[in-house]
């Protein structure tokens, strides 16, 4: 299994422009998640899901959207790029089926927004 | 290279020594703890997992000790490993469905 596998690894964008970020997880884990990492801090949840068409804001959803058309795939979309969005985003999943609140994360995707 | 955490708190330690590394959490309702690795450049990596009905848990070479009375967690790392060195971060489960609120991490330094 290649886990939780992310793309881009590193990205520059200008303010004002979009890109989505891709998550993708082969475990056949129902929940997947996005987070965000700023330096000198934890991290914080920004949208999650529990299934395939189902997604939920966490804590920082602002500037992001998600959507989950497959068991396998997570991605987070920036419309609107703002310097306030650069940080380290993380994508996790994890299942019912092993230890429950057990998340496995990927690589992470550095965004630098200028 | 790896910027986040440059302010992080740091334990520094002998290679050999134990280590304790210590959180502080604020919501006296979270019944599940967990604590993750992050090496430099990686995202972070399960380590060890309590339910609030228990008080120590060991696994291998690590050991979690809650205090719900005092609201705190502690990670003691036997033995400690330059492999050991990374950020490590407590994270409790809220009473939301399968949400986790992590906290700011502290960054483990081992010395050879």
């Known amino acids: 299994n290649a886990g939780v596998t992310q793309t881009p690894k590193f990205r520059i964008l200008k303010i004002g422009q979009s890109m989505t970020l891709q998550c993708a997880q082969d475990?056949?884990?129902?929940?997947m998640y996005w987070y965000r990492q700023d330096p000198g801090m934890g991290l914080k949840l920004i949208y999650y899901?529990?299934?395939?068409?189902?997604?939920d804001k966490g804590e920082v959803p602002n500037g992001y959207n998600v959507s989950r058309s497959t068991t396998e795939d997570f991605p987070l979309r920036l419309e609107l790029a703002a310097p306030s969005q650069t940080s380290v985003y993380f994508c996790?999943?994890?299942?019912?089926?092993?230890?429950?609140?057990?998340?496995?994360f990927g690589p992470g995707t550095r965004l630098t927004v200028t | 290279g790896e910027s986040v955490g440059l302010h992080l708190p740091t334990l520094s330690v002998q290679e050999g020594d134990n280590s304790i590394i210590n959180c502080a959490y604020s919501?006296?309702?979270?019944?599940?703890f967990i604590w993750y690795k992050q090496e430099s450049g990686k995202g972070p990596q399960f380590i060890i997992d309590?339910?609030?009905?228990?008080d120590k848990r060991q696994g291998q070479r690590v050991t979690v000790l809650l205090n719900k009375t005092v609201k705190h967690l502690s990670l003691q790392i036997a033995a400690t490993q330059p492999g050991d060195s990374a950020v490590y971060f407590c994270?409790?489960?809220?009473?939301?469905?399968?949400?986790?609120?992590f906290g700011t991490g502290t960054r483990l330094l081992v010395s050879p």
């Open positions: 994270a409790e489960k809220d009473t939301g469905f399968q949400k986790l609120v």
């Open positions: 919501n006296s309702a979270s019944d599940y």
């Open positions: 996790a999943s994890s299942s019912e089926g092993t230890s429950l609140y057990e998340q496995y």
């Open positions: 475990m056949n884990h129902n929940y």
């Open positions: 309590i339910r609030s009905n228990m």
């Open positions: 899901s529990v299934g395939a068409g189902i997604t």
